[in-house]
């Protein structure tokens, strides 16, 4: 049995490593390590290797006569009497798997046949291992006057293992320990990643089936294929509402089924408690029995008198037959330590060429991503200069294009797509804005396929480890670890909980504030009510969620931005206001919380009178970061200076609103992050770092038209966000506080006495018209009389 056990095990590791090799031209990256691990020699001998016994195997072995046929009585053994009366109820109860493994000491769990499930199969063996390695001892000495009592329980639990007695004489195997436990929480995660696979797998499905319906209605050219593509939507809403009722129909069957199972399981359990019973009557007096002859055996006189050469004998063989079953205990753990040795190794192998696949895999998804973005900026290119191709090659370029703006990633993709490109991110916006401009198609494309190959080359880099450090993170407090988690960027899933609290430290929130003002603004119309209808529709049209005027958070937006409007009377309503508040109800989702947030941004962060009437601060700000700019960035700024550029026209924006429309999403949130917790220095870090990250290209343009028409969409360049977050936090240092605010209070000194001058002037100019009068209008011929 051990010669074939090994064989088994042998010939198991040759095949596993023969399949866990990566084909010829796979990355030598991912080859080089795999070759080593899997050709690694154990040096563990937990089970010496048997020799071919040449009396059972081979054609020596074949040539030998059959053995004879045993009769009844010779297959009863008088060694172990409890194996034959379990042997008895078996035959009784005539089914195998009512007793498992207690009918036989010598029994392996793993040779028994077991379903096709290589988990279920693993999770048998642990168990089996788990079983002999308590009842297990290293010793072969038994105590001649082994307690019979202790024996009878021991086999009466139907364990097959040894006695407490034998099991204390050996030393615990930790090791083996930890390894069985990792197998079975392994074998667990293994068996979930595996149905969360075809979850997705089925999801991706049944995405890519509905969005090529969707292109294909609007692609339709006529109304009357539109409406045969409707007419077969409706017959597939029929078809499976059909399939319903026939999957609720065979439900109801498998219930039946179920039932008359149930019952059939409950006569069977009866039955077997039944014949438990028996064998309980049968154990009680094995035990009533043994007891007797310990008494018998615990006096010596007695012993003396009574024992005889036949009972001597008997005792003598009793002991040759425990130390046999000891030395069979000892064969087995041996066995089961390789075993589990063994199928550690293999699981470890597949883990790391599963991981060292999803690498690989990651990687030429960035890869094809780079390729992708390369040819579509040469088309870019070759766009430009279409008006001087000749009307062929004009015509085939314009087609090349057309086909890359309607290619989409998931409708070619086939097979196992690690992170595909998704029309929407988590919060709603689209990855590829729908621009009217051709040119801005391609550029957003482009910046949609630089993001997806950025974030697939950082994912186990950065983001994992940085997604490790916020999950092992408890109660927040303000602290440089946690300023610096915050400036990388906080995952999806903190990001509510922690703009919650950041929200929640600075402000002072009132108890049913908000429901007061919703109850005041239903009942008074507020004067911004109008402007803040006029610019419901025009807050984040490329976001699903505020793109159609039915959608669910527009109302939620309404009455956020109302209830500001009554909270603080000298703002009242200014736009951009809409767009800050939108952010926070995507992210928060909660409105209550939404407009503490909109109160935090305006009356904590943001500097007084930034939102007034005159915009008075916001103009100072644009002053400041001219004063940056020069000082950070001197040769763009004298680029700027000798074109006759004016940043604050393409800047203003991006103070007023947090950059909210001018950065892609993923990046706009990583800047509202750090915004949030550290005040508006971190508005002007990253509009310096925006400049820095594009300076080149900048300097490369002479011409200021071609200038102002660059910095319109050159935020829609920016792909690498830990590039940009770098500039901003470090190659920008020092940038302290106490320079800003001087800087605001002369540039607001000055401002102020600007606006005192053009006062006057104005008052001098209104004056002066007064004094002169009204013109007199009677010497002013129009065209129509002089031509009369």
């Known amino acids: 049995m051990m010669y074939w056990l090994q064989q088994l095990q042998m010939r198991r590791w040759e095949f596993c490593n023969a399949q866990s090799r990566f084909p010829v031209g796979s990355s030598q990256l991912v080859n080089e390590p795999l070759a080593g691990r899997t050709n690694v020699v154990d040096s563990e001998d937990f089970l010496p290797p048997v020799k071919t016994p040449t009396e059972a195997v081979g054609l020596k072995a074949a040539s030998l006569p059959a053995p004879q046929t045993s009769t009844a009585l010779q297959n009863i053994s008088f060694k172990h009497p409890w194996t034959e ?28 046949e077991h379903p096709d499930n290589p988990d279920e199969e693993q999770e048998a063996e642990v168990e089996a291992g788990c079983a002999v390695k308590d009842g297990l001892l290293e010793g072969g000495r038994v105590e001649p006057r082994l307690t019979w009592v202790r024996k009878a329980r021991w086999m009466n639990s139907g364990f097959p ?17 930890v390894l069985q436990q990792q197998i079975l929480t392994l074998t667990e995660e293994v068996k979930s990643q595996k149905e969360l696979v075809k979850l997705l797998h089925k999801a991706l499905e049944a995405a890519q089936q509905e969005k090529r319906v969707s292109s294909m209605y609007l692609t339709a050219a006529e109304d009357k294929d539109r409406l045969e593509l409707v007419r077969h939507k409706v017959r597939q809403i029929a078809d499976l509402k059909s399939q319903l009722e026939a999957l609720q129909q065979e439900k109801k069957e498998l219930e039946q089924t179920l039932t008359l199972r149930d019952s059939h399981i409950q006569e069977l359990k009866e039955h077997v408690q039944l014949l438990m019973e028996k064998n309980h009557a049968k154990q009680q007096v094995i035990m009533a029995l043994t007891e007797q002859m310990a008494r018998e055996l615990s006096d010596p006189l007695q012993e003396a008198n009574t024992i005889t050469a036949e009972t001597l004998f008997k ?40 991981k060292a696949l999803l690498m690989k895999c990651a990687c030429l998804q960035a890869r094809n991503c780079q390729m992708e973005s390369k040819y579509l900026t040469v088309l870019r290119k070759l766009q430009e200069a279409v008006p001087g191709l000749p009307s062929s090659h004009a015509d085939l370029v314009r087609n090349l294009i057309q086909e890359a703006l309607q290619w989409d990633v998931k409708e070619e993709a086939e097979g196992f797509n690690l992170n595909p490109v998704s029309e929407y991110d988590e919060y709603g916006f689209m990855t590829v804005p729908d621009y009217e401009v051709e040119d801005w198609k391609l550029l957003a494309k482009i910046q949609a396929l630089e993001i997806k190959s950025n974030n697939l080359r950082s994912q186990e880099v950065v983001e994992k480890p940085l997604r490790d450090r916020w999950n092992s993170g408890g109660e927040l407090t303000p602290s440089a670890e946690l300023k610096s988690l915050i400036r990388s960027g906080i995952p999806v899933e903190h990001r509510q909980r922690v703009w919650r609290w950041i929200v929640s430290r600075h402000g002072n929130h009132i108890p049913d504030h908000y429901q007061r003002l919703l ?53 009242g309503y200014c736009q951009g206001l809409n767009r800050l508040a939108a952010v926070a109800l995507l992210v928060l989702e909660d409105e209550e919380s939404a407009f503490w947030c909109l109160v935090h941004i305006v009356e904590n962060l943001m500097p007084a009178d930034y939102y007034s009437d005159t915009l008075i601060t916001s103009q100072v700000d644009q002053r400041v970061f001219k004063d940056f700019l020069s000082e950070k960035l001197p040769r763009l700024m004298a680029h700027f200076e000798q074109y006759r550029i004016d940043v604050s026209l393409i800047t203003f924006n991006w103070f007023l609103v947090a950059f909210v429309d001018s950065l892609v999403s993923d990046i706009l949130l990583r800047v509202w992050d750090a915004f949030l917790y550290e005040g508006t220095k971190v508005i002007f870090r990253y509009a310096l770092a925006i400049f820095k990250y594009n300076e080149e290209e900048i300097l490369r343009i002479h011409d200021s038209v071609e200038i102002y028409q660059y910095l319109r969409f050159f935020t829609r360049m920016i792909t690498d966000g830990r590039k940009l977050m770098n500039i901003a936090f470090n190659d920008l240092n020092p940038f302290p506080m106490k320079l800003l605010r001087n800087r605001r209070s002369m540039h607001r000194e000055e401002l102020e006495a600007e606006l005192c001058e053009l006062e006057q002037i104005k008052a001098a100019y209104v004056k002066e018209r007064a004094e002169q009068g009204p013109q007199d209008l009677k010497d002013v011929v129009s065209e129509e009389e002089e031509e009369i």
Not at 161 to 177: A, F, I, M, Y
């Open 519 to 571: 109850q005041q603004s239903k009942s008074t119309e507020h004067p911004a009510c109008r402007q803040i209808e006029l610019d419901l529709p025009r807050t984040l049209t490329n976001n699903k969620h505020f793109s159609s005027p039915t959608s669910q958070l527009i109302p939620r937006l309404r009455r956020v931005l109302l209830a500001f409007s009554w909270h603080n009377p000298a703002i």
């Open 161 to 177: 293992g040894l006695p407490e007695e034998l099991s204390k004489e050996r030393n615990p195997n930790d090791k083996v320990s």
């Open 315 to 354: 005792q003598q063989e009793e002991i040759e037959h425990l130390k046999d079953d000891i030395d069979a205990y000892k064969t087995q753990n041996q066995f089961l330590n390789s075993e589990i040795h063994q199928v550690t190794r293999l699981w470890t192998s597949v883990a790391e060429n599963e």
């Open 85 to 112: 009366i379990q042997n008895t109820v078996y035959n009784i109860c005539g089914s195998k798997q009512l007793w498992g493994n207690n009918g036989n000491v010598f029994s392996f769990s793993e040779l028994q």
